[in-house]
Nanobody, 120 residues
């Protein structure tokens, strides 16, 4: 079983920056794609950024040029660097990981979420 623990969410002013982290732990053979999603109050959960084990990335149009996703495979950790934050970036940010177990099952796990509030 795999657990994800996110950190880094806090209150920040518009135009500011934050870095979120998400570390995976537990029993697994390999972590494949890792991703960040977000959910604003009253809205659905949307993809923000994804990164493959090899480093290929994909971003939502709304964050392109402002957010950067990266990962450290040795630490089983994914990061989200968020610059030029806007009030509409306010949301709970969730980490997601797809992994393979020692029994060669492909599974998915979510973190508990970390709140990012962008406000003056």
């Amino acid at each position: 079983q795999v657990q994800l623990v996110e950190s880094g969410g806090e209150l920040v002013q518009p135009g500011g920056s934050l870095r979120l982290s998400c570390a995976a732990s537990g029993r697994f053979l390999i972590i494949n794609t890792m991703a960040w999603y977000r959910q604003a109050p009253g809205k659905q959960r949307d993809m923000v950024a994804t990164i493959s084990r090899g480093g290929s990335t994909n971003y939502a149009d709304s964050v392109k040029g402002r957010f950067t996703v990266s990962r450290d495979n040795a630490k089983n950790t994914v990061y989200l660097q968020m610059n030029n934050l806007k009030p509409e970036d306010t949301a709970v940010y969730y980490c997601n990981a797809r992994y393979r177990t020692w029994a060669l099952e492909d599974l998915e796990v979510w973190g508990q979420g970390t709140l990012v509030t962008v406000s003056s």
